[in-house]
């Protein structure tokens, strides 16, 4: 197995502030842990602990994907850059991600 790289794909820009299409793109490396790197007017690196986290915080109910750059183990499935993330990673990956609840707040 070898580090998968993926962007995230923003179809609606909830907070104002990322705009949409490809707004990051990042790593995830064979221990889980994801290298993520910004676009935009003020570029930023981070690093998480797993994509979950990342998509915890910035999936927007849906609003953000990931889409697989990377799948040279397996096959693509047409189309999967349009589902949503979790589903695209299943495809994409054969692997399952668990998503806590998200609770909206006011």
Known sequence: MKPQTFELVRHADISGVSGTGTVAEGCVFTDGSVALRWHGQNPSTAVWPD??????VHG???ATV???LDVSEM???PGTDLLPGEVAHILATGRHTH???VVATA
């Open 51 to 56: 994509l979950d986290s990342i998509l915890a």
């Open 60 to 62: 927007h109910c849906g």
């Open 66 to 68: 990931v889409r697989w």
């Open 75 to 77: 096959e693509p499935v």
């Open 99 to 101: 998503h806590p609840p």
